[in-house]
């Protein structure tokens, strides 16, 4: 017979699903809900996981629907402006309509993104399974969730959904660092795989912010050149000696920060990637990262034992 959720179970619940409402750093909870009540109640347990699942691979969908659309409008513009050249005023009314039609899609698909995870908490409140679209339903058959038998979830597929999201939030700058490390610390002990999988992502967050911030570091000291040589004192300034090194700093240091962020997109692909091998079944290792963590988590385990 179905059981109905206590109280204490649905307020974990409603928490988890209304941490999404933080941007980023709602992760916490998940993680944390997940930790304490994976085996008092598969209920919490499922919620918990779909929540964490809809901040970290709920996120990338939703940019990926923005970059999607953004691009589509992008083609739509030109091709009018290759239509209409001669006709100033078709081509000033379709790029006003454009601007509106992409501003109120920007203002309802995160309206929608925010009103989900609300309808979910009050679905959850009131003792009722919501499940999120397109995730939901298959987070349910992968942890094997059934509130109407007495089994748990499928402990293995719960490390692997928990150690996914924790390389899927590397797309969160900063705050997608408390995924695998609120589990490396929560669950790291009873799993030896788990806590491989964390730290291996908390140090491959780390990499990819610091090339985040080494890039802007080098613009900044492009640009602390460029004032230092030329101090904006005009036009004879800009046309000695020191002030066109100094424009030929502060344009290459532009150029190099420009080349390392458009890599740290990359290490985006890469993170998505594991989280996607992960769920499929495989022990991912990140390159040279992989290897270097494996060791020592090895190392730790070892001297445990």
């Known amino acids: 017979m179905k059981s109905i959720p206590s109280t204490q179970e649905r307020v974990w619940a409603v928490l ?6 933080a941007f980023g750093m709602g992760l ?7 930790a304490e ?7 919490v347990a499922y919620h918990c996981l779909q929540a964490l699942g809809y901040q970290t691979l709920g996120y990338t969908v939703w940019l ?30 379709s790029i006003i309509g454009f601007d509106v039609f992409l501003i109120i899609f920007i203002f309802a698909s995160l309206g929608l993104s925010l009103l989900l995870p609300i309808l979910a908490a009050i679905a959850c409140g009131m003792g009722r399974d919501f499940q999120y679209p397109f995730m939901g339903k298959r987070l349910a058959n992968y942890l094997e969730y059934n509130l109407e038998n007495e089994n748990w979830l499928n ?14 939030s590397v797309i969160i700058t900063l705050w997608g660092m408390l995924a695998p490390i609120t589990a490396w ?21 780390m990499g990819v912010l610091a090339l985040g911030f080494f890039a802007g570091m080098i613009y900044m000291i492009g640009f ?23 424009i030929v700093i502060m344009f290459g240091s532009m150029i ?13 692909i890469m993170g998505q990637w594991a989280g996607y091998r992960v769920l499929k079944g495989d022990d991912y290792r990140y390159p040279i990262i992989g290897r270097l963590v494996e060791r020592r988590v090895f190392a730790i385990e070892t001297q445990r034992h």
């Not at 629907?65 to 078709?90: D, T």
């Not at 402990?155 to 899927?168: C, L």
């Open 256 to 268: 190099v920060a420009l080349l390392i962020a458009l890599i740290v997109p990359l290490f985006h």
């Open 37 to 43: 009540q994976r085996r008092r109640s598969k209920f």
């Open 224 to 246: 602390v050149a460029f004032i230092a040589l030329t101090g904006f004192s005009g036009d004879t300034a800009m046309s000695s000696s020191t002030g066109l090194i100094g």
């Open 28 to 34: 916490l909870l998940p993680i944390i809900g997940w």
């Open 16 to 21: 988890a699903h209304l941490s999404a409402l």
């Open 185 to 205: 610390v929560l669950q790291g002990k009873r799993s030896a795989w788990l806590m491989f999988q964390s730290a291996q992502t908390v140090v491959f967050h």
């Open 64 to 93: 990926l629907g923005y970059l999607l659309f953004l691009a589509i409008v992008v083609v739509l513009m030109m091709v009018f402006a290759l239509v209409s050249p001669k006709n100033e005023e078709l081509f000033t009314a």
């Open 155 to 168: 402990e293995d597929h719960e490390d692997r959904w928990v150690a996914a999201a924790g390389h899927f």
